[in-house]
């Protein structure tokens, strides 16, 4: 449960060393990555949406940015055309789980079997390195059980509250007033979110890259940091994937 109580900090614009010192002291999560490149990982949670996925990516293409779609498995069934599509483009999948629900109220037996049945869906498209728990709040349990299944949490260092704030002006003056080298970004796909998310990334995309900032997958941040030595902190790179 502590695990929730440093993501919420993490969301509140932390000072960076405060948010290193959350990493260290509830391990087993990336937040952020600590590089110096003007790089930053997008991520995009609860997809796919077979209406604003593809906004999404037009967006995306349109301004040669590359991300991290954390899929909800029972969300695929259908949408396989445009899983392949997604990932044909370039970006990442990870793994959002079976179905939208705080992942910290299953019990460690059914975390698993979600986690597993979640993995299945998605190998069949590809190796998937990253889980994203729904809700944000993380035990070292499920920690454990991520680990033992191969995979890397994954939250983020920057989060418009996109869920719960239905306003794009307030999701491109927070991302824009948080992103630093090495951020994670943290937006939502599907329904209306997903059509917020498109606005807002018309938006942010073009003045990132004004910035000098590459916008990229969450992978190639991590490995970025990975040929820097002398940037790599306790932030080490992800596990290999599992196939």
């Known amino acids: 449960m502590a695990g929730g109580l440093a993501a919420a900090i993490v969301l509140a614009r932390p000072p960076i060393r405060l948010l290193d010192w959350l990493a260290a002291r509830y391990p087993g999560c990336l937040y952020r990555v600590p590089v110096d490149a003007r790089m930053v990982a997008l991520t995009l949670d609860d997809g796919p949406d077979p209406t604003t996925t593809p906004l999404i990516l037009a967006e995306l293409e349109r301004h040669h940015a590359r991300a991290t779609f954390f899929l909800i498995t029972d969300r695929v069934k259908g949408q396989e055309g445009l899983v392949q599509r997604l990932l044909a483009a370039g970006h990442e999948l990870g793994n959002h789980f079976r179905r939208d629900r705080p992942s910290i109220g299953m019990s460690p037996e059914e975390f698993e079997r979600d ?90 995309l073009p003045e990132l890259a004004r910035r000098g900032f590459r916008v990229v997958a969450l992978s190639e941040l991590v490995d970025a ?13 992800a596990r290999t994937a599992r196939k």
């Open 115 to 204: 986690l597993d049945e979640a993995h299945r869906v998605l190998a069949q498209f590809g190796s998937v390195r990253w889980a994203r728990p729904a809700s944000g709040w993380y035990s070292q349990s499920m920690i454990r059980t991520m680990e033992r299944h191969g995979y890397r949490c994954a939250l983020g260092s920057v989060y418009p509250y996109d869920a719960t704030i239905p306003s794009v002006a307030f999701s491109r003056r927070h991302l824009l007033r948080n992103v630093r080298p090495g951020a994670v970004l943290v937006l939502h796909d599907g329904g209306s979110r997903g059509q917020r998310t498109a606005r807002v990334l018309r938006a942010v």
């Open 225 to 237: 940091a990975q040929h820097a030595p002398a940037e790599r902190s306790s932030d080490e790179p």
